[in-house]
């Protein structure tokens, strides 16, 4: 946090300087050239996000209240202009609850009490903690259209996010301390990054080190075809049972058929141990979907199989996972162990969303989505659960949005001999005011 503080305290007397005194020195002389006009020539960022989460997980767990949580999250920023080839950007969040906290942050068992205090064990999880974060640090270069190269603290998000993201769905987004090329040559783009540091969305206390190399290229000759090579090569030093390395390959495309626009993708990958972090396993992945669209609405049906072989399962543990296998987040295993579930998984599951193009009132650009999930256990083929999910968002102004969401998870009434059990039932509800600069 020191060095957090540091940072912070220099770049704000920085940029202070280069806004505070800059516009009134370059009214009487030529504006400078330097690195301080680009800086003075940058733009703000400002994200607020106000977020409501109430859990009910009282009917098959031991916990005995449901969970309360409001929550403000203050993303503020400053990103340069650009100056021979270079561009900088420094970030800064707050997450703050208002009221009293109701709910626990990130318990990992009944032995250990939640990071925001024993008192707090009797609630579900909202892993939102209050904090006070470097976001974002990094200076990105750009010699050519065809290469980037980013350096610090920043986002990586790679295809989708189902095996690295932001997990930006929490109020403390995930970033990493890196170094990142970015490389395109006609149809071929190629990612490299090399992580040192998972800054995690449980404030620094349950950052990760890391010496991981992820790696991802892609080629796409034309809009019905694209192949997607990757390797994701994960050490951390902190948490050696979320350590492995996995190969894949991913293949996505779309056409046009009359008035609807069809799509399709597959995905399939392999998961081991790697540097002795981990006893040896072998685990697979695999994915299809098919999807249609036509004006207002769109489907997705959509066959997910994540293997387990009764100890761990295939993980993914820098993945934006709330948005894969339920927005109830009911698979997501607390920290301590690896964190896919045991047995693995079968999901099943259909999506239907339609964006009306007029607005009911106040509210422009609505979207509402519903889906089904259906869970079941994959190394024994056993029920275990189902969900629904839904979700209405709609834009107040341009830069402010609203935005109720639905997530209702239950587990099957009785857990096969030999299956391992599945989490609780739980049902989750979010009201989200978000503004956006």
Do not use: C
């Not at 470097?134 to 259209?145: H, I, K, V």
């Not at 994960?234 to 996505?252: E, H």
């Not at 948005?323 to 295993?333: L, R, S």
Request: hydrophobic content about 40%; overall charge neutral; cysteine-free.
């Amino acid at each position: 946090m020191t060095l957090i503080r540091t940072t912070l305290s220099a770049a704000a007397a920085g940029l202070g300087l280069a806004l505070a005194g800059g516009s009134a020195a370059w009214a009487a002389d030529p504006p400078p050239t330097g690195p301080l006009a680009a800086i003075a020539a940058g733009k703000l960022l400002l994200e607020v996000r106000a977020r409501e989460e109430s859990v009910d997980q009282t009917r098959t767990a031991t916990l005995t209240d449901p969970a309360d949580a409001l929550t403000v999250r203050t993303r503020l920023g400053w990103e340069t202009a650009e100056w021979n080839t270079l561009r900088g950007l420094v970030e800064v969040t707050n997450v703050s609850h208002v009221g009293r906290q109701r709910f626990a942050v990130n318990t990992p068992g009944a032995a250990t009490p939640p990071l925001n205090g024993a008192d707090k064990a009797r609630f579900p999880l909202v892993n939102d903690p209050d904090t006070n974060e470097l976001n974002r640090l990094q200076l990105t270069g750009a010699p050519s259209a065809a290469f980037h190269l980013t350096v610090g603290r920043q986002r990586v998000l790679i295809d989708d996010q189902r095996f690295v993201g932001n997990a930006g769905w929490r109020q403390d987004e995930q970033t990493f301390d890196a170094v990142r090329a970015d490389a395109a040559v006609g149809q071929v783009k190629a990612v490299y990054a090399y992580v040192t540091h998972v800054n995690r969305v449980l404030g620094d206390l349950r950052d990760w080190e890391s010496d991981s190399h992820l790696a991802n290229l892609a080629w796409s000759p034309s809009k019905s075809f694209r192949l997607e090579g990757f390797v994701y090569a994960l050490d951390f030093r902190n948490s050696a049972a979320n350590s492995s390395i996995t190969g894949g390959l991913k293949v996505t495309g779309g056409a046009p058929a009359g008035p609807y626009q069809l799509g399709y993708e597959a995905s399939w990958a392999r998961q081991g141990d790697y540097r002795r972090n981990t006893p040896a396993y072998d685990l697979g992945y695999w994915q299809a979907a098919v999807s249609a669209a036509r004006d207002i609405y769109s489907g997705k049906l959509d066959y997910e199989v994540v293997e387990g072989n009764g100890t761990r399962g295939f993980t993914t543990p820098l993945a934006t996972t709330h948005a894969f296998q339920g927005w109830a987040d009911a698979w997501v295993q607390p920290l301590g162990g690896a964190k896919g579930f045991v047995d693995g998984l079968k999901d099943l599951n259909l999506t239907f969303e339609t964006k009306p193009k007029v607005g009911f009132g106040p509210f422009e650009k609505p979207t509402l989505l519903v889906r089904f999930h259906n869970f079941d256990d994959q190394r024994t083929g056993a029920r275990l659960a189902h969900e629904w999910d839904a979700q209405v968002q709609a834009a107040l102004t341009p830069k402010l949005t609203v935005a109720v969401k639905y997530a209702d998870f239950e587990r099957a009434r009785v857990t096969p001999a030999g299956s391992a059990a599945p989490p609780a039932s739980r049902t989750k509800v979010w009201f989200t005011l978000e503004y956006r600069l």
